[in-house]
């Protein structure tokens, strides 16, 4: 699909295309650009659920689990599997 780019209006996006690559209402978008192209990402708000958040507990964990993996701290995929019987 093509649209012609006018100097007075803002460049559209066409409804059809807006429906086949999911944009919503309240959806953000955010662009990437390179020569010739356009790229365009939707960015959805994330739900404010409870679940959504960290305990001040958990966000400690994941943190010290981060720090581990960072520093190399890690135990290979095929010594699990051996060390549960898999």
Not at 48 to 54: G, H
Not at 62 to 84: D, F
């Amino acid at each position: 699909m093509t649209a012609t780019v006018k100097s007075k209006t803002p460049l559209i996006v066409p409804d059809e295309l807006r429906r086949r690559a999911g944009f919503r209402p309240g959806d953000q978008v955010e662009f990437k650009v390179s020569p010739g192209m356009v790229t365009i990402f939707t960015r959805r708000p994330v739900a404010d659920e409870p679940d959504d958040t960290l305990t001040p507990e958990e966000a400690k964990k994941a943190r010290h689990a981060i720090k581990q993996v960072r520093e190399g701290k890690t135990t290979p995929w095929s010594q699990v599997k051996h060390e549960l019987g898999l």
